[in-house]
C-alpha cells in the first residue's frame, strides 16, 4: 500500500494535515471523509532513493537460494542461457542487467543459484569470467576462457554468439549419437525381459508335460531346461534366482566401466579399444575429430592464444589418444614447429585432416579451417549414424529370431517324440 499526504477541512472549518494508507487516491480520499474531514489535496508520497537502495539490498540479503542444487547444470540450460545472454549483449543491455534479467527468469534449481552467485560477484566489480570460473560445474574451462577473451577484446556479445553456436552443434551432434542408440538399447532390454519371463513361467509348464510323459528329452531341450531351472532359481541348493543376476548384472557392468576409466591405464586401454572397434570405432573417432577441431577452431577464432587453446581442447577431447596427440601437438608448436607434422605422425586422423590443418597453418586461417573439417566431419557422423542403425536394426532381428527359433525347436523336438509314441501306442 502506498502513503498518501492530505490536506482537509475538519467540520469546523479548520485545516487538518496528515497522512493515510491506501492503494489508490481515490481509496485515500474515501478514508479521509470516513474521518469527518472534506479533504482538499490528496498527493502520495515519494519514498526517498536512499530508502529503496536500503530496501533492495536487505531483500538481496535475505534473498537466498532455493531448489534442489544437486548435481552439474544440463548443457541444455547452459546452451539456452549462453544463447539469451548473447541477445541481451547484442541489444545493449548492461551485463548485471542482463544477468539479473536471466536468473530472476530461470526456475529454481543449479543454474538459477549459479546465476545469482554469478550477479553478485559481477556486482561486486568482478570480471563476467573470473565469476563464472568460481562455478566450475556450470561452466566449465573452454566457456569461461572464452568470455575471457570476448572480455579482454570488447566483442563479449559475439563470442557468446559463437559459443552459443558451438554448443548447440555439440549438443545436436550428441542427440543424434544417443537417438541411434536409443532403439536397440530398448529393444535389447524388452527382449531380455521377455526371455526372462519365457524362462520362469513357460518352461517350467513343458518340463511338467514332459515329466508326465516321461519322455527322453534331447540335449538342446535338456540344456534349455537346465537354463530355465538357473533363471527361475528352482535348482536344488540355488540361493539366487539367475534373474537377479541378469538384472543386476548390467548396472554392475556399467559401474565396474567407470571405475576401471577412473585409472589413467583403464582409460588409455578402453579408449585405445573402442577406436578399433570394427563398426563403431570409425563412428567414436569421427565424433572425436570433429568436436576436438570444432572446439580448437572455436577457440583459436575467439582470440584465445593457440598453446592455451591446445590444452583446453585436450582436456575436453574426451578421448586418451587423442589427448596425447594434442600432447606432442603441443610441445611442437612451443618449440616453434608445425602443427600437422606431430598430428600425423599419431596417426588419429586421416590424411586429409592432416592435409587441411596443414593449409590452414601456411595460410594464416587455421581456425577457418578447423570449422570446416567440423563441419565435414558432422555430416560424414550423421551418415555413420544412419548406416549404423540401418545395420543394426536386421541383425537385432536375426539375433532375436535365432533365439525364439532355438527355444521354439527346443521345446517341439520332445512333443515330436511324444506324439510318435501316442500313435506306436495306439496302433498297437
Known sequence: ?????????????KPQKGTIEATSSEEAITRIKQQGFFPTAVREQKVKKSAVAGEAVAAKKKKKPGGLSIGRVSRKQLT???????????????????LQILEGQMKPGKMKNTLMGVCEEVEGGSALSEAMSK???????????????????????????????????????????????????????????????????????????????GVELPGLTQWLINTSRWVAGSNPGQMIPGWVYIVCGLPFIFIFFKLIRKAGPGRAATDTAFLWLPVFGKLIRKTTIARFTRTLGTLISAGVPILEAILITRDTSGNYVFEKALTK????????????????????????????????????????????????????????????????????????????????????????????????????
Open 1 to 13: 500500500m502506498a502513503t498518501f499526504a492530505y490536506e482537509a477541512l475538519n467540520s469546523a472549518g
Open 80 to 98: 539456452n542461457f549462453t544463447r539469451q545472454l548473447s541477445t541481451l549483449q547484442d541489444a545493449g543491455l548492461p551485463l548485471l542487467r542482463s
Open 135 to 213: 562455478h566450475p560445474r556450470a561452466f566449465d574451462r573452454l566457456y569461461c576462457k572464452m568470455v575471457n577473451a570476448g572480455e579482454i577484446g570488447g566483442v563479449l556479445d559475439i563470442i557468446l554468439q559463437r559459443l552459443a553456436e558451438f554448443m548447440e552443434k555439440s549438443q545436436r551432434l550428441r542427440r543424434k549419437i544417443r537417438g541411434a542408440l536409443v532403439y536397440p538399447v530398448v529393444v535389447v532390454v524388452v527382449a531380455l525381459a521377455i526371455l526372462v519371463f519365457i524362462m520362469v513361467f513357460i518352461i517350467p509348464k513343458f518340463e511338467e508335460i514332459f515329466t508326465e510323459f
Open 329 to 428: 601437438v603441443h610441445d611442437s608448436i612451443r618449440e616453434g614447429e608445425s602443427f600437422a607434422d606431430p598430428l600425423r605422425e599419431s596417426k588419429t586422423c586421416d590424411a586429409i585432416v592432416v592435409n587441411m590443418i596443414d593449409v590452414g597453418e601456411e595460410t594464416g586461417e587455421l581456425d577457418a579451417m578447423l570449422l570446416k573439417i567440423a563441419d565435414n566431419y558432422d555430416e560424414e557422423v550423421d551418415v555413420a549414424v544412419a548406416s549404423l542403425v540401418s545395420l543394426l536394426e536386421p541383425m537385432m532381428v536375426v539375433v532375436i529370431g535365432g533365439i525364439v527359433g532355438t527355444i521354439v525347436v527346443a521345446m517341439f523336438l520332445p512333443m515330436v517324440k511324444m506324439i510318435e509314441s501316442l500313435q506306436q501306442g495306439g496302433a498297437v
